[in-house]
């Protein structure tokens, strides 16, 4: 079963609006953690942001925010005042705290950011 | 100074060959991981070590074996390579994840393509 699952293959915004990139997953581990990454087009794989299971406030760091909806089980990416470089592939993963501790990725978004 | 680094960047083959990627971290992690990307950028984990035991090995054929001479290096062998081999193989590393739900961020090597002909 698919553990992460990110519904847009591919999204456009105008330069300097905010965006949000939908992740949701599923676990019955009650201490897990979600990141973000980016992946521009020259490959490398960028560590966004973080999010705890058991964290009680949002992770913020600088103009990404997760918006954490635990009993919905998602943890969408928000990417304010958006830049031409934020053009990339954005992949959520989860992190269970049992198991093979490994992250698991989801599908990715592709965002095109237009001027 | 690059903190994960893999060599060599591109890798172009035949099909049958036998190939090795190298990875080497300077973070003074205890982890470290391979992860193959398809060409549809599917992101997908394939062993980990931890202080140089193997602690996941994904159902990968076994023409792949990884090996950690210390923990700080991590070696990819692929024998008679096929043409499905082709892909993005990422090597990362982190300090062990724990129980607990501290971050223990993944920082991922550069990436060495690989195109099996």
């Known amino acids: 079963a698919q553990k992460i699952t990110q519904t847009q293959p591919g999204m456009f915004v105008q330069e300097k609006e905010a965006v949000t990139l939908d992740c949701t997953y599923d676990?019955?581990?009650?201490?897990?953690?979600l990141f973000w990454y980016k992946q521009p087009s020259s490959g490398e794989m960028i560590f966004l942001i973080y999010q705890g299971s058991y964290d009680q406030q949002n992770a913020t760091e600088g103009r990404y925010s997760l918006n954490f909806q635990k009993a919905r089980k998602s943890a969408n990416l928000v990417i304010s005042a958006s830049q031409l470089g934020d053009s990339a592939m954005y992949f959520c993963?989860?992190?269970?705290?049992?198991?093979?501790?490994?992250?698991?990725f989801g599908s990715g978004t592709r965002l095109q950011v237009q001027p | 100074d690059t903190a994960v680094s893999q060599t060599p960047k591109y890798l172009v083959t035949q099909m049958g060959n036998d190939k090795s990627i190298k990875c080497e971290q300077n973070l003074g992690h205890d982890t470290m991981y391979w992860y193959k990307q398809d060409s549809k950028k599917f992101l997908k984990i394939m062993f980990s070590?931890?202080?140089?035991?193997?602690?996941i090995n994904e159902t990968v054929p076994n023409r792949f074996s990884p090996k950690s001479p210390d923990k700080a290096h991590l070696n990819l062998h692929i024998n008679s390579l096929e043409l499905g081999d082709s892909a993005v193989y990422f090597c990362?590393?982190?300090?062990?994840?724990?129980?607990?739900?501290?971050?223990?961020?993944?920082?991922f090597g550069a990436g060495s393509r690989l195109t099996v002909l």
């Open positions: 993963a989860m992190r269970e705290s049992t198991g093979r501790r490994a992250l698991t």
């Open positions: 070590y931890n202080n140089k035991e193997l602690i």
């Open positions: 676990t019955s581990d009650p201490s897990y953690g």
């Open positions: 990362a590393s982190s300090q062990f994840p724990g129980q607990g739900t501290g971050a223990n961020v993944l920082t």
